[in-house]
């Protein structure tokens, strides 16, 4: 099994350049999620799915969009690039289980903005 | 709003040595409580959980129990090894996103050396 799939693994961006992250699961799961990860601050939270058609804002939205056409897909686009969107971007899936909601992780697309 | 936070990095121990990593949360439900490891180059991996109080989680000589009256989900392991050097986050999800998100700590880098 695929498990969690992100592209690219890295790429770079100059500032205002517009791009997607795909993410793409194979497991079937409801819930698809977002996280970016920067040095001494953890993983926060972007944007959340809790199916298709629906998605809600995490901690740290602003300057993201997504969308959830289908449940296997759940892409993260970045409209107008910033340097503060310099980061290690990972998104995760898991199923419905209450309480006991175990996450699956993509590898993480490094994102660079100069 | 849900906080974890966990003791600072990094943590440097001989191999064989006893490790705690301290991890202590804020919530406004009765969340679910999760470790995860990642390797240097990783995603993040699910090392153990525990889902309500007194719960002990357990997985490859590591464990943590649930502790509602300390809010508290400590990492232990008696007897480390090199290939145990990751960062390790403690996280915790609940009802108000449905289980299907994490709220990180800011992660605790362990190094072990021969």
């Known amino acids: 099994n695929a498990g969690v799939t992100q592209t690219p693994k890295f790429q770079v961006l100059k500032t205002g350049q517009s791009m997607t992250l795909q993410c793409a699961q194979d497991?079937?799961?409801?819930?698809m999620s977002w996280y970016r990860q920067d040095p001494g601050m953890g993983l926060r939270l972007i944007h959340y799915?809790?199916?298709?058609?629906?998605?809600d804002q995490g901690e740290v939205p602003n300057g993201y969009n997504v969308s959830r056409s289908t449940t296997e897909d759940f892409p993260l686009r970045l409209l107008s690039a910033a340097p503060s969107q310099t980061s290690v971007y990972f998104c995760?899936?898991?199923?419905?289980?209450?309480?006991?909601?175990?996450?699956?992780f993509g590898a993480g697309s490094r994102l660079t903005v100069l | 709003g849900n906080s974890v936070t966990q003791m600072e990095g990094p943590v440097t121990l001989s191999e064989e040595a006893f490790l705690t990593i301290n991890c202590t949360y804020t919530?406004?439900?009765?969340?679910?409580l999760f470790w995860y490891v990642q390797y240097p180059g990783e995603g993040l991996q699910l090392l153990l959980k525990?889902?309500?109080?007194?719960d002990k989680g357990s997985n490859k000589g590591f464990e943590a129990t649930y502790r509602k009256e300390t809010t508290s989900f400590h990492l232990e392991k008696g007897s480390v090894q090199v290939s145990d050097s990751a960062v390790y986050f403690c996280?915790?999800?609940?009802?108000?996103?449905?289980?299907?998100?994490?709220?990180f700590g800011k992660g605790t880098m362990l190094l072990v050396s021969p």
């Open positions: 525990a889902t309500k109080a007194d």
């Open positions: 995760a899936s898991s199923y419905r289980a209450l309480g006991a909601n175990v996450l699956t």
């Open positions: 996280a915790l999800s609940d009802r108000n996103s449905g289980y299907s998100t994490l709220t």
């Open positions: 799915s809790v199916g298709a058609g629906i998605t």
């Open positions: 919530a406004t439900g009765y969340p679910s």
């Open positions: 497991m079937n799961h409801e819930y």
